[in-house]
């Protein structure tokens, strides 16, 4: 008799305290579930807005919302989505996502391309684990301002470092490695954007 | 009250959980890079320890003792959930800063360590005000390493950059290999501040 006691006594408790724990996460979890969407949402549409160069500085997360949702549409072509920008039916920009190598893991963000396909609005950085302080400068606005209105037209090689010897970007200085990285996935990715562009079905 | 002072005593000063007891050091070599996340990870800590060894304590009369871990593990997890939604909601860029540290704060084994060392034992308030004071070390431990770390490695503390420009970033402070060597000289102070008795006198060299 004792004995039963000792292995039901454990088990019931066991199950009790799960069951009184997972309660409360799943409460909370409830309870806090849109606003983590939310919050991820409005990281994702602060960076498509940051790389069509939109003055999200100026502008509050519910502006950052209402905008994105009125004036940004997602399509996906070849398994690719991407964003088309316009105001009052014009269209001022195409934004499309990217991953590429950087020098510890990959890195991932957004292009953004005028409705002509003949500059680059901007690039922003979303994800990366690059050296911090070093090529984790990519971060900088220093660094990803220097994308803006460049042209990609009639170019083999879109960005090229050194703004002294005729490049149109400079790289960071300390952070070679990832600075070559960011080069050739812009590089990379640019002519594959393109091409995409120039497909059927892609939205005009 | 005099309780409250020895536990304070003993979790930030000469059982502190890093430099004392070596528990924690994988959290303490990753998010110290900036005294801001440092921070943040440190109050994460304190908060888990401190509620994780309030119920462990209160649950303690009833916990059969040869299950008593996996309760402890369960309490340990939610609480560290809890931290991981909180941030998750309202603070998302600080959770992507410290990324898979936060959940990893259920491996950190100064919360096990206090919950079978103290918590297991004692009333509940006071396993609240050892949980909270063992945490409050680990953070002190911390924010002295970050210190340095995002000094010399950013030329800045808390983000604000208070090295001038001419200042040359030592970028291998920033590196986890930085943590290593700013952990080590930590603990090898520690060991001469306090000797340990066991070894019957400080250790030299």
């Known amino acids: 008799m004792a004995k039963k006691k000792r292995i039901f006594y454990p088990v019931v408790f066991m199950i009790l305290v799960t069951a009184f724990f997972t309660f409360l996460l799943a409460f909370l979890n409830e309870q806090t579930y849109e606003r983590i969407e939310e919050q991820r949402a409005l990281e994702f549409q602060t960076s498509v807005l940051y790389s069509l160069n939109l003055p999200i500085d100026q502008m509050s997360e519910r502006e950052i919302i209402s905008f994105f949702k009125n004036k940004v549409k997602e399509k996906s072509i070849s398994d690719r989505n991407y964003y088309i920008y316009s105001e009052n039916g014009i269209t001022k920009g195409y934004v499309f996502q990217f991953i590429g190598d950087g020098l510890w893991g990959s890195i991932s963000g957004h292009i953004a391309l005028d409705p002509d396909f003949t500059q680059l609005l901007g690039v922003n950085f979303t994800d990366h684990s690059e050296t911090p302080g070093l090529g984790g400068r990519i971060d900088e606005n220093e660094f990803k301002e220097q994308f803006r209105n460049i042209s990609i037209e009639d170019k083999e090689q879109v960005i090229e470092y050194g703004t002294a010897s005729g490049g149109n970007v400079d790289a960071i200085s300390g952070a070679t490695s990832t600075s070559t990285a960011v080069r050739n996935i812009l590089n990379n990715q640019i002519p594959i954007i393109i091409e995409l562009t120039q497909k059927e079905g892609f939205d005009e | ?205």
């Open chain 2, 1 to 205: 009250m005099n309780e409250i002072k020895k536990l304070f005593s003993l979790g930030v000063w000469k059982d502190n959980p890093v430099y004392r007891q070596i528990l924690g050091i994988c959290s303490a070599l990753a998010v110290t890079n900036l005294l801001m996340n440092s921070l943040v990870m440190g109050i994460g800590l304190i908060f888990v320890t401190a509620f994780s060894s309030l119920t462990v304590s209160l649950l303690r009369k009833y916990t059969p003792k040869h299950i008593r871990m996996m309760v402890e593990v369960l309490i340990i997890s939610t609480y560290v959930i809890i931290m991981d939604i909180f941030l998750k909601a309202y603070w998302p860029e600080m959770s992507d800063a410290l990324g898979p540290y936060v959940g990893l704060i259920i491996t950190n084994c100064i919360i096990m360590g206090r919950c079978e060392a103290y918590a297991q034992n004692n009333p509940p308030f006071l396993s609240f005000i050892d949980g909270a004071t063992m945490g409050l070390g680990y953070t002190a431990v911390l924010l002295f390493i970050a210190f340095f770390r995002e000094l010399l490695g950013f030329g800045s503390l808390f983000g604000i950059q208070v090295l001038g420009d001419g200042f040359m970033r030592w970028t291998l402070m920033v590196m986890p290999p930085g943590a290593f060597f700013m952990l080590g000289i930590v603990i090898w102070i520690a060991r001469n501040v306090f000797p340990d008795q066991t070894e019957g006198g400080p250790v030299n060299g």
